[in-house]
């Protein structure tokens, strides 16, 4: 127990901010990731090892044509979901996920805390990268145990629509072992996205956001 909270503690540990030349900001995780207990002969525990560094950039990508199947059972078109008029927050996770995942759902879960009574102005979407396991029940509960308000979905589907998903926003990293902690924001259809690789905090979310949505 000991072992997993200092994990989980350093893993959202964010330090200091360096704006390289480029543009490109990144952020020091202030102390390395150490395993969960029991987590000897996990195959997730390459997790743990992976660069501790936070990466923001601005990106273009299409939204794929394909239909995903939401936490209510109601099959959905992507664009559609994506393009109502709200700031998108975009990350891909799956239920069984004992390392990334919980961390950015977590992180997520303190989002929409502190947007409060703004929550309700963007919708904030999770798509599972293990479409064969994740169904929407699945996802249900999932997004229950997390806390997760109407402004906050999850979606599933076939793999390919999953696949497509994925490589669609640079995501796929060919097993869903392999996935590292992407953040997508959008202020807008039509709009750049804004790229953020890595565990950031809900604070970060919540500053990166608030520029995106001020910039004309």
Same mark, same amino acid.
Do not use: C
């Given at each position: 127990m000991r072992s997993s909270l200092i994990f989980l503690a350093a893993a959202l540990t964010i330090g200091m901010v360096d704006v390289h030349a480029d543009g490109e900001m990144h952020m020091d995780m202030s102390s390395p990731m150490a395993p969960m207990d029991g987590m000897g002969g996990d195959p997730h525990a390459h997790h743990h090892h992976m660069a501790q560094k936070v990466s923001v950039m601005t990106a273009e990508y299409g939204v794929p044509q394909i239909k995903l199947v939401r936490d209510d059972n109601q099959t959905v078109s992507l664009p559609d979901e994506m393009n109502d008029g709200r700031p998108v927050f975009l990350n891909f996770i799956y239920t069984t996920c004992t390392a990334v995942c919980p961390i950015t759902s977590r992180t997520y879960a303190q989002l929409q805390d502190k947007l409060g009574d703004e929550r309700d102005k963007v919708h904030m979407i999770s798509i599972t990268i293990d479409p064969e396991q994740d169904t929407p029940a699945r996802l249900a509960d999932y997004a229950r145990k997390f806390g +997760?308000?109407? @402004?906050? =979905?999850?979606?599933?589907? %076939? %793999?390919?629509?999953? #696949? +497509? +998903? @994925?490589r669609a926003f640079d995501v796929y990293r060919?097993? /869903?072992?392999?996935? %590292?902690?992407?953040? #997508? #924001?959008?202020? +807008?259809?039509? /709009?750049?996205?804004? =790229?953020?690789d890595g565990f950031a905090s809900a604070d970060d979310l919540l500053r990166e956001y608030r520029k995106l949505v001020a910039t004309p």
């Open positions: +997760a308000g109407s @402004q906050w =979905r999850f979606y599933t589907g %076939t %793999t390919e629509a999953s #696949l +497509a +998903a @994925q060919g097993d /869903k072992m392999n996935h %590292t902690p992407v953040t #997508l #924001l959008r202020a +807008a259809p039509g /709009k750049s996205w804004l =790229r953020i």
